[in-house]
């Protein structure tokens, strides 16, 4: 899922910024920031930067933008279903941050790679990796992130037909969404879309089809309105 939104003039002028720039150093950065954008909202914008992205980092070596440019990769190969890509490039990441990241970046790529483990098949790795964000977490709390590991496990639940419990953890996993009282990013609002969705299809199974329809128009709703 990726939210709809309109161009905000943020944007239109870092696309004018990159339009007359050559320098490739200020490129890069300039790159950095818009496919961080476009990520979540436009997927063929984002790929066309972060191939020139990957282009200039084989010439001028950036670690950080390194790790932005796999992160955002592997998250656009996992919205496109191509899920052994979207793990090569979350391990990427993820040995970078053990080098050198934050624990708050860590847990969030950890996160992530769940879902993408999830897609995969291996949910005791999905499983494995969301107890590693969440002993990270301990250390270094982190609501947004906690309530994105709770939406998480009500997936893993999904997958394994416990409904009941999928139910509780996708409520919860909303609440605590709602809770956040700073401003929500795209990714946020990404998870919240996870969240109804999830909510939608076990519904669903269970043959609430009303609770469904209303759970998934939500998303549809909310992608609309971003």
Same mark, same amino acid.
């Given at each position: ?29 300039? =790159? ?54 979207? #793990? ?7 040995? =970078? ?69 999928? =139910? ?12 956040? #009282? ?24 269970? #043959? ?15 992608? #609309?309105?971003?």
């Amino acid at each position: 899922m990726t939210v709809k939104t309109g161009v905000s003039s943020d944007i239109q002028l870092l696309e004018r910024k990159l339009a007359n720039q050559d320098n490739d150093l200020q490129r890069l950065i300039l =790159i950095d920031t818009l496919a961080g954008h476009y990520t979540y909202v436009n997927i063929r914008r984002a790929q066309r930067l972060l191939a020139e992205q990957r282009e200039i980092l084989e010439k001028h070596e950036h670690p950080d933008l390194l790790l932005n440019y796999h992160l955002n990769t592997a998250f656009i190969e996992n919205q496109l279903y191509n899920f052994k890509l979207a #793990e090569f490039h979350f391990l990427d990441a993820i040995e =970078i941050l053990e080098d050198r990241g934050y624990a708050n970046q860590l847990a969030e790529a950890y996160i992530d790679y769940a879902g993408t483990c999830m897609n995969l098949g291996q949910s005791e790795r999905a499983e494995d990796f969301l107890e590693k964000a969440s002993k990270l977490l301990k250390a270094f709390p982190d609501p947004r992130l906690e309530a994105r590991i709770i939406c998480r496990l009500g997936f893993l639940n999904l997958h394994n037909s416990i409904y009941s419990k999928a =139910i509780e953890l996708f409520l919860e996993a909303d609440k605590r969404m709602s809770q956040i #009282e700073r401003k929500l990013s795209l990714k946020d609002y990404y998870f919240i879309g996870l969240i109804y969705s999830g909510l939608g299809k076990v519904f669903e199974q269970n #043959e609430e089809l009303d609770k469904s329809v209303e759970a998934y128009q939500k998303v549809v709703t909310m992608c #609309e309105a971003k």
